[in-house]
């Protein structure tokens, strides 16, 4: 076979031999390549992955608020959702995701969650009405918290907040010691549709909370937590065998 011959060859052999490799037995299939975790930014996956064992599937809550709670997106901007999603709840249960306080996840992921949570909103669910601010706009007075409990919540939570008919206990002492106040203010605001309790228009017929009355509510439940959760017992009593402490 002369040079000419040869050259043309060379083409049609590449091809088999390319075809050859692409077809062994462990070549890697097109599409198989693993994506790094880091580079994952797709909401749904990242959603599913970090917050829908709380929050539930597609925001509908669960052992966590619904996210999808159109009062919730009401009150809760883009600068709320990052930042809870970002750096968590010191002292509860909602981690920190971002890993600039910790978690795994990049900037990017968080944006990508941010949106996709944003995304769920509904800006005329609400009609008309104004819902109260995310944050309190001054201190609650536990007081006055104790007679708004009596008229907006007894009904359903008891006429001491242990429970009643309709709804559990709200001052447990292990529950109020992994929710903040604002998590109690946003339940206050948003309700628990997922769990059958209102929002601040419907404890009472015809009878909105108001602002102050909500930070009412909150500054009394406040004022149930313990000092020290998850030890219901003195530190120090009277051992009767040895009549020494313990």
Known sequence: MNRRAILAA?????????????????????????????AVVEFSVLYGQNCAGCHGANGEGG???????????AIADDTVIRRTAAT????????????????????????????GIRSWAKPDALGIQIPPSYLAQGPGDPQRGADAYRTYCSSCHGPNGGGGSKASSIVDGSFLALVSDQLLRTIVIAGRPELGAPDWRGNVEGRPMSAQEISDVVAWLSSQRPTLPGRPYPIASTNPVNGGSR
């Open 10 to 38: 060379l083409p049609a052999f590449a091809l088999l031999v390319c075809a050859a490799c692409t077809s062994s037995p462990g070549a890697p299939r097109a599409g198989s390549e693993v994506v790094p975790p880091s």
């Open 63 to 73: 052992a966590a608020i619904a996210l999808a709670n159109p009062v919730f997106l």
């Open 88 to 115: 968590g709840v010191p002292g509860t249960s909602m981690p920190a995701f971002a890993q600039s306080a910790g978690g795994m996840l990049t900037e990017k992921q968080i944006e990508s969650l941010v949106r």
